[in-house]
């Protein structure tokens, strides 16, 4: 399988982040906070074509895309991430890897947004975190039909257009760090998830 560009450094990026809170992190926290990533590139009006890789719906309701998991495995034959009993770890080459690939700045947007998203890691846990993307309506809907489902097409990105327009009004300012809106747009998902449990 070739390799995503995209998809490999947003995995070398997320596995450091996760690992400098928590020591290990799990593939599945990497697909979490990639689509949480991409999710914010769209409230930064980019195009999702830009974005580089896709992801579905599983039925449980979590993102998943194909391009990380390749990218996964991948990192994890040649050495860079290592299993650390059932979770991983980023190895010292892998760390290399990606200051090399910082200092090129060939990713200064994706990285605005890998940053906030893994960043919402400091007002919540990760389970929080998937408990409140559930919520989001397109893993809402992924969730309702049993069946694995192409996340972000037309329909699903103008409703998530119309949330980030009500998000931006809210927050007064479209040059906020990035940071903000992602964490006060999770804890509104949350805030929906727990009054649906109710």
């Known amino acids: 399988m070739r390799l995503n560009p995209d998809a490999t450094f947003d995995s070398i990026f997320m ?15 990497l697909h979490l ?26 039925e449980l309701g979590a993102p998943f895309s194909i391009e990380i998991d390749g990218a996964v495995k991948e990192l994890m034959e040649r050495g860079y991430f290592i299993r650390a009993q ?9 760390e290399q890897q990606l200051s090399d690939f910082r200092a090129m700045d060939l990713n200064g947007d994706r990285v605005e947004c890998l940053k ?8 919540f846990s990760v ?13 809402r ?8 489902r192409p996340l972000l097409e037309d329909a699903a990105q103008s409703q998530l257009y119309e949330q980030f327009d009500a998000l931006r009004e809210g927050l007064k300012k479209q040059d906020i760090d990035l940071r ?10 949350y805030r929906s998830n727990e009054a649906a449990e109710q």
């Open 86 to 94: 059932d979770r991983l770890r980023v190895s010292t080459a892998a």
């Open 127 to 139: 389970g929080m975190v998937g408990n409140a993307l559930a919520q989001e309506p397109e893993l």
């Open 141 to 148: 809907r992924a969730r309702a039909l049993p069946i694995s």
């Open 180 to 189: 903000v809106p992602a964490v006060v747009w999770l804890a509104a998902l």
């Open 116 to 123: 906030a998203s893994c960043s919402s890691t400091s007002a």
């Open 33 to 58: 906070f990639g689509y949480l990533a991409c999710l914010l590139w769209l409230y930064r009006e980019r195009t999702l074509a830009d974005w580089g890789y896709s992801f579905v719906g599983t």
């Open 15 to 29: 596995a450091s982040s996760l690992q400098r809170d928590s020591g290990t992190f799990a593939a599945a926290e």
